[in-house]
């Protein structure tokens, strides 16, 4: 999807003391960049200071509303209720972001935001980079890292010598205005040029399992979660207990497909047993025993899944059980792990016909079976 096609456009700053990097943005974007991408609504992730000066300075100075007034674009795009404070643990407003605490915070509400913009198909997120904290910058370009999809979008604006990061400049006009910059020297606001450099990112969202999508977890927790993508695999189950645990983390499997998984892992464990293709085409009596008595253990006196089971079973376990258990199966893993980890657990396909067969690309020895 084009983002100038979405029916909701976003453009979410992040800024310091320097509000005007909104305005040089919106001109990038509306009045420069072809083709053009006009923001629906406009948001800006600030401490308490940086909102004091970006209400005086665009709200009330009026440079927003100039700007919108000389190039026709709609000044109800940003209100006051559009700037949004970061906050500390207590949930009152930052003054700055000084310490470790104050960053780990900061880093979490970022993240928040930018993972609440892109939740919606609908909506397209152009984030802006360049105010604010080399920190707050670094945090919103790795959550849209995280959480960006094709349509998102990530710039540092960029202004011509003498302009940059002048208290006066907000974007280059139409007609004449003129800016004080010492030494008896002056500048013309409408000499100045400002365009975005876009910013190449890589996009993880598919890694990262719908829990963390839905929101709960911070900025650490989320980064925890892709690093175990590139630590050596485990996985533990626990028949009793019925717990499933991969690379740490908890599965939440129904106990009829939990008794199914359990059944692949308890085939893989053994040499050469992995349940094949060709013991399918005809439904497979030892499939459904086996399967049947880890229903059986996991189940325990809770009899409708064991009853509805026995049914499908009671001629032996077909090849099209056998495959919609399997996908439902990878279906879980993939949304409660991330795409890439789930592939370390996921029910696999081996070998081609006729030969296939399916199981596991664990090693055994990083499988953990308690009965």
């Not at 004091?52 to 209100?79: I, W």
Request: with cysteine; glycine share 6%.
């Amino acid at each position: 999807m084009e983002p100038k096609n979405c029916k909701r456009r976003i453009l979410l700053a992040v800024s310091g003391m320097s509000p005007q990097i909104l305005t040089e943005t919106l001109y990038a974007l509306a009045c420069v960049q072809r083709p053009a991408f006009i923001p629906t609504e406009i948001h800006l992730l600030t401490t308490a200071s940086g909102a004091r000066s970006a209400r005086h300075k665009l709200l009330h100075g009026g440079n927003f509303v100039r700007l919108c007034k000389e190039y026709g674009l709609d000044p109800e795009l940003f209100k006051e209720q559009n700037i949004h404070l970061l906050c500390d643990a207590q949930g009152q407003p930052l003054e700055d972001i000084r310490t470790a605490r104050e960053n780990e915070i900061a880093a979490d509400q970022i993240v928040d935001w930018v993972r609440r913009f892109t939740s919606d198909p609908c909506a397209a997120l152009h984030l802006s980079l360049a105010g604010g904290r080399k920190t707050m910058g670094y945090f919103a370009g790795y959550a849209l890292s995280l959480f960006g999809r094709a349509q998102d979008r990530l710039s540092h604006v960029l202004v011509s010598s003498g302009y940059e990061s002048h208290p006066e400049f907000f974007f280059p006009t139409r007609e004449s205005h003129l800016i004080e910059v010492g030494n008896g020297r002056v500048l013309d606001a409408r000499d100045a040029r400002v365009e975005l450099a876009d910013i190449p990112f890589v996009r993880l969202r598919t890694e990262i399992p719908q829990p963390l999508l839905e929101g709960g977890a911070g900025f650490s927790e989320t980064i925890r979660h892709i690093q175990r993508i590139d630590e050596p695999p485990r996985l533990e189950l626990d028949l009793t207990c019925r717990q499933l645990r991969a690379s740490g983390l908890a599965v939440e499997l129904p106990p009829m497909l939990f008794a199914f998984y359990a059944w692949i892992v308890q085939r893989h464990l053994r040499d050469d047993s992995r349940p094949c293709a060709a013991d399918l085409r005809e439904p497979n009596g030892l499939f459904a025993d086996e399967l049947m008595t880890l229903v059986r253990s996991v189940e325990g006196e809770m009899g409708r899944d064991r009853e509805l089971t026995e049914r499908s079973l009671k001629n032996g376990m077909d090849k099209a059980y056998f495959e919609e258990k399997k996908s439902r199966v990878n279906k879980i893993l993939e949304s409660q792990l991330g795409k890439a980890l789930a592939r370390n657990y996921q029910i696999t396909r081996f070998g081609k016909r006729p030969n296939t067969s399916y199981g596991l690309a664990l090693e055994k020895e990083n499988i953990d079976w308690r009965d």
